[in-house]
Every structure is written in structure tokens, then in C-alpha cells.
């Protein structure tokens, strides 16, 4: 009798065992997911944009698809960055106004514009960087927007705290006049172009724990 006590025992003690490992199981994975999904939020970059047409400008933002930064390392104390490699595409079909405009939206996401007929995204290679000071760069290199490539020249500043030798985020900045691509923003938009010889666009974008591309490419 004692030794069936012993064995409903044992079984009962072994049934809770099971039930609580794979709740501890699915409470683990639940955890993992979430942390994932929290580690793909934080990893998307964007990046922000604005036009000049006639006396207005149109501040818009949008998703930057494979950023790609190759910083080799340096023993000494000099610029972290000097031989750095940096890539990155731009997707024009997520292009939105920073206002929540879906109007103004709409107009940037004019056929023609920056969204071709193939439907390419921007794209942009760097070719060379060059020391403009101490944690800023001059950076060349080549954009492409709906498959036309031309020169571009952004600037970059390297941000760390004074006890660090290696950069912990990048701010990239520039300018270029979108007729060295063949757009016409007021006359694709609008129908009527603009008497002026330079229609800008600028672009900022800022990118955090730059050490994770350390071997990106």
C-alpha cells in the first residue's frame, strides 16, 4: 500500500515538473520574441530629407534599406573614421512628410520624381573621405536616383565622449541640386517649372552604435 502511495506520489511530482518547465519554456520564448522585436525596431533607419521649390520647402522622411560601414581599425589616436567605406539605399515608396500631410506625401511620391519607372530605390557608394578636422569628414561619393548616378559630396561629423577613442554615432549631411539628376521638382509636381538654375535637396541622416558595422562589408 505504502509503496502505491509512494508511486501516485512520484507521478504526481513528476506531472508538475513537466508543467512547469514548459511554462518557464513558453514564458523563455515569449521573452526572446519580444526582445527581437525590440532589437529590429531599434536597428531600422531613417533618414530626413527636405526639398527646396520656389520660396517653399517640403520636409519628408524615409526608410534606408542596407547600411553597410566598413571602419578599419586604427592603434593609434588619429581620426577613428579617415579610411571608412559607407553604403546605404534609400526606398522612395516610404518617402512621408514629416507634418502627417498624406497631401504633400502624395507629392513626393509623385510618378517621376524620385519613384521611377522601374521602380529603383536611391542608392549611394562612397568613393573617398577625406579629414576636414578632428571627427569630421568630407565624404564622396556616387547617388543614384531612378537609375541616373552623379557625384555627390556629403559631409560627416563623428560624435564620441572625450575619454573614447573609438566613434559611437555618425551625423551625415549634404546637399545636391536634384537637376544634376534630370528632376524638375515644380514641373513633375506642379506642371510649371520654376525660372530658377538650382531646385536643393538636403539630407541628414544620423546613425547610432556605429560599432555593430564595424565588419559590415
Not at 58 to 68: H, I, N, Q, R, Y
Not at 149 to 167: H, I, Q, W
Amino acid at each position: 500500500m505504502k509503496n502505491i502511495k509512494y508511486i501516485v506520489l512520484s507521478l504526481i511530482v513528476l506531472v508538475i515538473i513537466i508543467i512547469a518547465s514548459g511554462f518557464v519554456k513558453k514564458s523563455s520564448d515569449l521573452n526572446e520574441d519580444v526582445v527581437q522585436s525590440t532589437d529590429n525596431n531599434k536597428r531600422r533607419q531613417t533618414i530626413n530629407m527636405f526639398v527646396t521649390h520656389g520660396h517653399c520647402s517640403t520636409p519628408f522622411s524615409g526608410v534606408v534599406d542596407d547600411l553597410k560601414i566598413a571602419i578599419p581599425y586604427r592603434p593609434d589616436l588619429g581620426n577613428p573614421l579617415e579610411n571608412m567605406i559607407i553604403s546605404f539605399d534609400i526606398d522612395p515608396n516610404t518617402f512621408a512628410v514629416c507634418s502627417g500631410d498624406d497631401d504633400l506625401t502624395e507629392r513626393v511620391k509623385t510618378p517621376g520624381l524620385f519613384i521611377g519607372k522601374l521602380n529603383e530605390k536611391i542608392t549611394f557608394r562612397s568613393t573617398d573621405i577625406y579629414i576636414m578636422g578632428i571627427d569630421w569628414y568630407q565624404i564622396n561619393g556616387k547617388m543614384s536616383i531612378k537609375g541616373v548616378e552623379s557625384d555627390v559630396k556629403l559631409f560627416a561629423t563623428g560624435v564620441r565622449n572625450p575619454n573614447e577613442t573609438t566613434t559611437s554615432s555618425l551625423i551625415i549631411e549634404g546637399q545636391m541640386n536634384l537637376f544634376d539628376w534630370g528632376i524638375d521638382y515644380d514641373l513633375i509636381v506642379n506642371g510649371k517649372s520654376e525660372k530658377i538654375t538650382t531646385k536643393w535637396m538636403h539630407l541628414n541622416l544620423k546613425i547610432n552604435e556605429l560599432n555593430r558595422f564595424s565588419n559590415s562589408f
